[in-house]
Each structure stands twice: as structure tokens, then as C-alpha cells.
């Protein structure tokens, strides 16, 4: 008696030999990498080496000239933002990105924006709260008034209102207090633990190392390094250029 063979699951994400051109340079030179259900993946690097350029061409708010991106098996290369929003991506931007005028919570109805169902988006909306309960706290001040770290939580916890299959972070600690900084990890440590499979663009490398199961390294728009986050870690390359340490 034989048993069938399982075919593995398609990755979350997968992106090809991705080429982004940006302000008439070639930002990112053939970029390829994986996402895998559930993982949480870190894209570390040296500033200006491409990787918020990368991020924004996944989430389709930068055009990209060659290769290919597919989130779990559909081709979402020419896709519109909202589109890929609708199939299962969120983006939390650099610099959070936050509707300073509106309230938190209409900026948490927002990021459910494309849903209709009212008793899954309260669910939701009452975890983002569990999450974050300091925007429970202020559910009806506006976004504007909040501190760094607060628009942080705020712009996590309305991508988080789409119920996303996979979140871009980039940069969530910059800027931050180190107190903070701490709590922001913990809540993405948190959210891969309940599932959500994430892509960690981080100025702290080690602290992204750290809490990830895989890694890539970016140097002038190409992957120089990959592999998992504690084998990144303790590499004396990675150690020297990115850590601090010799």
C-alpha cells in the first residue's frame, strides 16, 4: 500500500529576478525571494540599498520594469494597490502614513475599507484593541495628536484590520523610544505567532535577526546574503558590516 506524496504548499510570497527602476536609477537588480505561510522574514541592509524601493513594488505602489511577484500562486505584477489589498497584502509604510485628521478608530475602519463583514471587522477591530490597548484608550482622539510610537501601533493595527495573509513593516522602529522599540517587537513577535506570515524591513539588524526565521541581506539592489535569522546572526560578515561587531 503506497501513500500519496503531499504537494508543499505555494509560498506567500515569491518574487523572480525583481528589477525596480527609481528616479532613473536601478534601485533593485534582480531580487528574488520567498515568503513561506507563517514565516516571518527579515530584509536587512544599508541605507539606500534598495529595500523600501523592493517593499513598494510588492505592495503595487511602484512600478517595476522585469520579473515577477506572486502572492500565493497569482501573478500581482501590474496590479493596482487596492487590488493587492483585496487579495491578502498589507503595507505599513515607512513613516507610518497615518490619517492625521481623521480619528483612530476611523483609521481602523479604514484599513477594513474593503470588507463587508461587519461581525468579522468588530472581531477584528476588538483584537487590534486587545493588541494595542492604549488605542483603546483613545479611540476617539485623532491620529495627528499621538505620539510616534502610538501612530506606529495605530498604522500596524489598521493594516491589520484587512485580516492580511501577508504584512510588509518597514521600518517599524525608527525613531522610536527603546522602550518602545521593545514593545513594537513584541507585538510583531506576537502577530507571526498567531500566523500572519510578515516581511520585516528594519533599520536594527540584530533585533530583526533575532525574531526571524529566515533572512536576506541587500547590497546596491542585489541579495548578498540569505539564510535563517540566527544563522545571519552569528555570521562574522554580517557581524562586521550590519552589527557593530568584530
Same mark, same amino acid.
Given at each position: 500500500?503506497?501513500?500519496?506524496? @503531499?504537494? *508543499?504548499?505555494? &509560498?506567500?510570497? @515569491?518574487?523572480?529576478? +525583481?528589477?525596480?527602476?527609481?528616479? %532613473?536609477? @536601478?534601485?533593485?537588480?534582480?531580487?528574488?525571494?520567498?515568503?513561506?505561510? %507563517?514565516?516571518?522574514?527579515?530584509?536587512?541592509?544599508?541605507?539606500?540599498?534598495?529595500?523600501?524601493?523592493?517593499?513598494?513594488?510588492?505592495?503595487?505602489? $511602484?512600478?517595476?520594469a522585469s520579473?515577477?511577484?506572486?502572492?500565493? =500562486?497569482?501573478?500581482?505584477?501590474?496590479?493596482?494597490?487596492?487590488?493587492?489589498?483585496?487579495?491578502?497584502l498589507a503595507?505599513? *509604510?515607512?513613516?507610518?502614513?497615518?490619517?492625521?485628521?481623521?480619528?483612530?478608530?476611523?483609521?481602523?475602519?479604514?484599513?477594513?475599507?474593503?470588507?463587508?463583514?461587519?461581525?468579522?471587522?468588530?472581531?477584528? +477591530?476588538?483584537?487590534?484593541?486587545?493588541?494595542? *490597548?492604549? /488605542?483603546?484608550?483613545?479611540?476617539?482622539?485623532?491620529?495627528?495628536?499621538? =505620539?510616534? %510610537? #502610538?501612530?506606529?501601533?495605530?498604522?500596524?493595527?489598521?493594516?491589520?484590520?484587512?485580516?492580511?495573509? $501577508?504584512?510588509?513593516?518597514?521600518? &517599524?522602529?525608527?525613531?522610536?523610544? &527603546? $522602550?518602545?522599540?521593545?514593545?513594537?517587537?513584541?507585538?510583531?513577535?506576537?502577530? =507571526?505567532?498567531?500566523?500572519?506570515?510578515? /516581511?520585516?524591513?528594519?533599520?536594527?539588524? @540584530?533585533?530583526? /535577526?533575532?525574531?526571524?526565521?529566515?533572512?536576506?541581506?541587500?547590497? =546596491?539592489?542585489?541579495?548578498?546574503?540569505?539564510?535563517?535569522?540566527? #544563522?545571519? $546572526?552569528?555570521?562574522?560578515?554580517?557581524?562586521?558590516?550590519?552589527?557593530?561587531?568584530?
Amino acid at each position: 500500500m503506497s501513500l500519496a506524496t @503531499q504537494t *508543499p504548499s505555494a &509560498p506567500v510570497l @515569491q518574487v523572480t529576478d +525583481l528589477h525596480v527602476n527609481y528616479g %532613473g536609477i @536601478q534601485a533593485v537588480k534582480g531580487v528574488s525571494l520567498e515568503v513561506q505561510k %507563517g514565516q516571518l522574514v527579515a530584509l536587512i541592509g544599508s541605507n539606500g540599498a534598495g529595500k523600501t524601493t523592493t517593499l513598494n513594488a510588492l505592495a503595487g505602489t $511602484l512600478p517595476f520594469a522585469s520579473g515577477s511577484i506572486h502572492l500565493e =500562486s497569482v501573478g500581482i505584477g501590474g496590479m493596482g494597490a487596492w487590488d493587492i489589498v483585496r487579495l491578502g497584502l498589507a503595507m505599513v *509604510p515607512e513613516g507610518r502614513g497615518v490619517f492625521t485628521r481623521m480619528s483612530i478608530l476611523e483609521n481602523l475602519q479604514m484599513g477594513a475599507y474593503l470588507r463587508d463583514d461587519k461581525a468579522g471587522i468588530e472581531e477584528d +477591530l476588538q483584537s487590534v484593541f486587545t493588541t494595542f *490597548p492604549r /488605542l483603546k484608550e483613545r479611540a476617539h482622539q485623532l491620529a495627528g495628536t499621538l =505620539s510616534g %510610537g #502610538e501612530q506606529q501601533m495605530l498604522a500596524m493595527g489598521r493594516a491589520l484590520m484587512s485580516r492580511p495573509k $501577508l504584512l510588509l513593516l518597514d521600518e &517599524p522602529s525608527m525613531g522610536l523610544s &527603546p $522602550l518602545m522599540v521593545d514593545k513594537i517587537f513584541e507585538v510583531i513577535a506576537d502577530i =507571526s505567532k498567531k500566523g500572519v506570515s510578515i /516581511l520585516l524591513v528594519e533599520q536594527n539588524a @540584530q533585533r530583526a /535577526l533575532l525574531i526571524a526565521d529566515q533572512a536576506y541581506v541587500m547590497e =546596491s539592489g542585489s541579495i548578498a546574503y540569505s539564510g535563517s535569522g540566527s #544563522e545571519l $546572526l552569528h555570521d562574522s560578515r554580517i557581524k562586521a558590516s550590519y552589527l557593530g561587531e568584530t
